[in-house]
């Protein structure tokens, strides 16, 4: 982001709304909607997102007398707008004079409209056209004094994130043109020399198609860098409209919680805030799990500034096979949750559950009946509660624990069928050592592969299967500054052209953790190798295994069956805490193990970890320069009896000073204000009475 001093939204509050519609609804309604949103607290909603039809009726033609009233209604409520540029999809109009800017899918079939995002992003007609009602919606708005906030179009990637049409190949070659100079370097990067694949002339190179057989991986994986690319494009193109229009607003789009098809490190670097829509499942009792891991990557974007969760179902969902509703009690923990994770507010979709379209069935802060439904009682509660956390608001969170999150190892690992297994998977490990840290009591952000690392004691890379020599000397010297670094199979296999090191993986990194892979050992479907740590029990080993060579790190684990009984699994290379470590896993452990392992791992780093764990239970600590905020949560239906710092006041309450323990009922929460202290405070379950 250009400039010293971030911009930020205009409101001086914690954000709580939600979507909202008025072109499904008559004025009655919108003034009605006013009424019952002062009364619910909401202070900030978002529209027009999908309005672009209903604002340019046909080309040139604009219609803003509509939503001029609305904005006047909701500011004169003291309702503040996240303003969306509405180019989310194309009017019908746009669409039938240029049907070329359909997108394709990879059998090269075109879609049709009827949807949304019904766009290739690569289309100039598409990006000209958005250009253009950017800019009007800019000129016509950009001074209103309810704006607070520009929404840039909707999710990118969430219906298409790729696109295979003709223009998209123009765009691909260009890109790769620009990547790599001549074809002569395209075709060593992309080992053409493998099933005779090398190319004379830029027109002979397509996206990756479905083709006879397996496609060249290094064509893939730089189809997946092009295609966040090409979004990021289009992003950019109307932030640039909206800064040399209103260069005071900040700008957002709003993104889909950790998505693997978009950078979005890159994505942020270009807006002011990020904004996220999260969407865990109700019908799962760990939902929040990797809900925590999601809110810790959307405050890591913009290195620990606050963020806001921008959509949030009230209750159920419309797009799942089976939407289950929210228990009574659960949006409200989850809210606080974003709100513990950085978020400074907590928004819905939507705020008035619509009559008709795809989204009728998706819940509302205002649902079907009005004033007497149960989302409607739940958000007017909340609404009132959220103004006790306004202390909070613009701290930052406290987390001594990173996870690398690397895209290109994300889709290297996933993008082709050309891998020893197909199921090892980036996200279902990244998620999965993240909970066993969750469980153990910390929060943890995300942090790309060459850092920063500043602060953290301890760096987690779950996979870095695509590894390079600058990451490996960041990770370097983060170990050798006295950090715990632990790095999982499959990593340092490739460089970024997807050629294997030399000698094989771990590549760049084996000097730093001290092992090398002889041979990748997948474990079949339906199997488990068992893992025995040192001096302790043994664990399960499904999916992937490896044969390792460890002459200059310490076995801390050995495999236990199979054939690679007796070799290591778990190594550690610098036993000495104080100058670091590096430990390299060469398994996937179940979660027992995992648990097992990190407690192990959290001791070397000097860290805290609970001894008595429960999954339901969660803490995090947001700061000011003098107060920590420790939100602690009870995700389960059971109650939780947990530790209390000493002179802890409790913020949702009536702030007076609490004892020494807190039971809290299902799904309830609790926030509380201590002196800030050299290290966060740590919460632990209560030990039972002798």
């Known amino acids: 982001m250009a400039g010293d001093a971030p911009r930020g939204i205009r409101l001086d509050a914690l954000a709580y709304g939600g979507d909202y519609n008025p072109d499904q609804w008559s004025e009655k309604v919108w003034l009605e909607d006013a009424r019952l949103m002062r009364e619910a607290g909401v202070n900030l909603v978002s529209l027009p997102v999908f309005s672009w039809p209903q604002l340019e009726v046909a080309p040139g033609v604009y219609e803003w007398g509509w939503l001029d009233r609305v904005l006047e209604i909701l500011s004169d ?32 079939q075109r879609l049709e409209f009827g949807s ?19 800019r009007a919606m800019a000129e016509r708005y950009g001074e209103h004094p309810g704006l607070a906030l520009w929404h840039v179009s909707n999710e990118y990637g969430d219906h298409i994130s790729r696109c295979w049409c003709p223009e998209s190949a123009r765009h691909f070659r260009r890109w790769l043109e620009a990547r790599y100079g001549d074809l002569d370097g395209l075709n060593a990067a992309w080992g053409v020399n493998v099933w005779g694949q090398r190319y004379t002339a830029w027109e002979q ?64 670097a270009v807006e002011d805030l990020v904004t996220d829509d999260a969407y865990p499942d109700p019908a799962d009792p760990l939902a929040h799990v990797p809900a925590a891991l999601n809110y810790g990557s959307m405050r890591s974007l913009k290195g620990g500034r606050p963020w806001l969760l921008l959509e949030q179902a009230p209750s159920g969902v419309s797009w799942r096979e089976v939407n289950v509703p929210k228990a009574p009690g659960q ?18 979709f939507q705020w008035r559950q619509a009559k008709y379209g795809q989204e009728k069935f998706h819940s509302a802060m205002l649902g079907h009946r009005g004033e007497a439904s149960r989302t409607f009682q739940e958000a007017k509660a909340f609404g009132a509660e959220l103004r006790r956390l306004e202390p909070v608001r613009g701290s930052r969170v406290r987390s001594r624990i990173a996870l690398v999150v690397d895209y290109d190892s994300w889709w290297g690992s996933s993008a082709t069928e050309s891998l020893p297994s197909q199921r090892l998977n980036w996200l279902a490990q990244a998620r999965a050592w993240h909970a066993a840290l969750h469980e153990l009591g910390h929060p943890v952000d995300t942090v790309p592969a060459r850092g920063p690392f500043d602060g953290y004691e301890l760096v987690v890379a779950p996979n870095l299967y695509v590894a390079d020599a600058e990451q490996a000397t960041a990770l370097g010297a983060f170990v050798a500054r006295g950090g715990q670094l632990v790095v999982g199979p499959f990593s340092g296999v490739v460089d970024p052209n997807e050629h294997v090191h030399d000698g094989g993986a771990p590549g760049p990194l084996r000097e730093l953790l ?25 664990f399960d080993a499904p999916v992937w295994g490896e044969w390792l060579e460890a002459a200059a790190a310490e076995t801390i684990a050995a495999y236990d069956s199979g054939e690679l009984v007796g070799r290591p699994a778990i190594t550690r290379r610098g036993a000495d805490a104080s100058a670091g470590a590096a430990w390299y896993v060469s398994c996937v452990l179940e979660p027992a193990g995992l648990l097992a ?32 905020y420790t939100f ?38 609790a926030v509380l204000a201590t002196p800030r202290a050299a290290e966060p405070p740590f919460i632990t379950i209560t030990a039972p009475e002798d």
Do not use: K
């Open 77 to 108: 409520a003291g309702i503040r707008i996240d303003l969306a540029t509405a180019t989310a999809t194309p009017p019908a109009w746009l669409v039938r004079s240029h049907p070329e800017m359909l997108p394709w899918n990879e059998d090269g």
């Open 331 to 348: 949006m409200r923990v989850g809210s606080l949750q974003a709100i513990a994770h950085g978020s400074d507010g907590a928004m819905c």
């Open 116 to 134: 949304r995002q019904a766009y290739c992003p690569s289309s100039p007609v598409w990006r000209e056209h958005v250009a253009r009602m950017t």
């Open 514 to 538: 001290g092992v090398e892979v002889d041979e990748v050992w997948p474990v079949t479907d339906g199997r488990a190798e068992r893992v025995a740590l040192a001096g302790g029990e043994a």
């Open 205 to 268: 190179i397509e996206p990756p198609r479905r083709a006879t057989g397996p496609v060249n991986p290094t064509q893939l994986l730089d189809f997946e860098r092009f295609s966040s690319d090409a979004l990021l494009e289009l992003f950019q193109l109307e932030i640039d409209v909206l800064r040399e229009v209103t260069p005071e607003i900040a700008v957002t789009t709003n993104f889909m919680s950790l998505l693997r098809d978009l950078d979005y490190w890159d994505f942020a």
């Open 597 to 628: 392992l990190f407690r192990r791992v959290l001791a070397a780093a000097g860290l805290p970890a609970r001894d008595r764990t429960d999954p339901m239970l969660e803490a995090v600590t947001r700061a000011d320069d003098d107060t920590d």
């Open 632 to 669: 602690v949560l009870n995700h389960g239906r059971g109650e939780l009896t947990v530790d209390v710092p000493h002179g802890a006041r409790e913020l949702l309450g009536d702030g007076a000073a609490l004892g020494t323990t807190l039971t809290l009922p299902r799904f309830g929460a």
